[in-house]
């Protein structure tokens, strides 16, 4: 249980950080724009106060689950009047009555659980992904859950798209050297997940040093990095807000399609690949 909650600590302040850069990314576009920076102001408070509730839910179920089952007491076996039977029978009934409620307390959550998967966000964005996938004539491409699901996903479409191989590796490797060589392109939009404040040297260099040494996920900066080391377009299908994110549309040549998920997995957000949709 504690690994899960390191985990869904780390979850939220990569998304944070994520979130700040992708901040920064607007801002720039509307530096010169009073009207547009006037709906940007409403538009970051929206994103922030979005990713705010979602960490409170996601905090809430989390201990919400560290709490749900209760210790049973042991039983006490040393009795030492003649009601020994009758107490014994007592716990007894009492036992069985509590694993009976647990029960059907479980069929309850099934239940609900049930329809919730019916109507949760997971099956919403699921659906609406593969609607907006459908009319490019693609499905998704399942890509493993782990932090190198973007840079798999690249990979596979780097392989069907220009017949050319990269792996997991390589392309991290690329990506921190673009990063380290453009660095002052990236730094304007990255800053640190808890202050908000920009990167120091030192943050910038363990930065670099976590996309080649660790499975840290990635996000929109590596994305372009790698659309930057690649000298190719990517786009990214989204199921909320814009259809698609375009990436490196300065490249000629057919682009790299990948899908971002945020409810697939409940360790958080996820990258696939896409593959041609075979209709009957």
């Not at 869904?8 to 576009?29: G, S, V, Y």
């Not at 069985?96 to 998967?117: A, S």
Request: hydrophobic share 30%; net charge negative.
């Amino acid at each position: 249980m504690d690994d899960e909650i390191n985990l869904l600590e780390l979850r939220h302040k990569k998304e944070k950080k994520e979130l700040q850069a992708q901040i920064q990314a607007l801002k720039k576009t509307a530096k010169n724009d009073k009207t547009k920076k006037k709906e940007l102001t409403a538009e970051i408070v929206r994103l922030e106060s979005d990713l705010e509730e979602r960490h409170r839910k996601e905090n809430d179920e989390q201990q919400n689950g560290i709490c749900r089952e209760p210790v049973e007491p042991e039983a006490n076996d040393e009795e030492v009047d003649n009601d020994t039977t009758k107490q014994k029978v007592s716990k007894a009934q009492k036992r069985r009555n509590k694993k009976l409620q647990q029960e059907k307390d479980r069929e309850k959550e099934i239940v609900l659980q049930e329809k919730e998967n019916l109507h949760g966000p997971r099956n919403i964005e699921n659906q609406e992904m593969s609607a907006r996938l459908r009319e490019r004539k693609l499905k998704v491409y399942s890509i493993p859950s782990d932090g190198d699901c973007l840079y798999r996903a690249v990979s596979h479409q780097l392989e069907t798209k220009h017949n050319r191989i990269k792996s997991v590796d390589d392309l991290r490797n690329d990506v921190a050297m673009n990063i380290r060589e453009n660095k002052e392109e990236y730094m304007q939009f990255m800053c640190h997940p808890d202050t908000g404040l920009n990167l120091t040297d030192v943050e910038f260099e363990m930065y670099c040093n976590k996309i080649t040494n660790t499975k840290e996920w990635g996000g929109h900066i590596e994305i372009r990095a790698l659309s930057n080391c690649l000298k190719c377009p990517i786009t990214v299908i989204q199921a909320a807000g814009p259809v698609a994110i375009e990436q490196g549309a300065e490249f000629s040549g057919p682009p790299l399609i990948i899908t971002y998920h945020r409810y697939m997995f409940s360790l958080g957000e996820h990258y696939n690949s896409t593959e041609l949709l075979l209709e009957d």
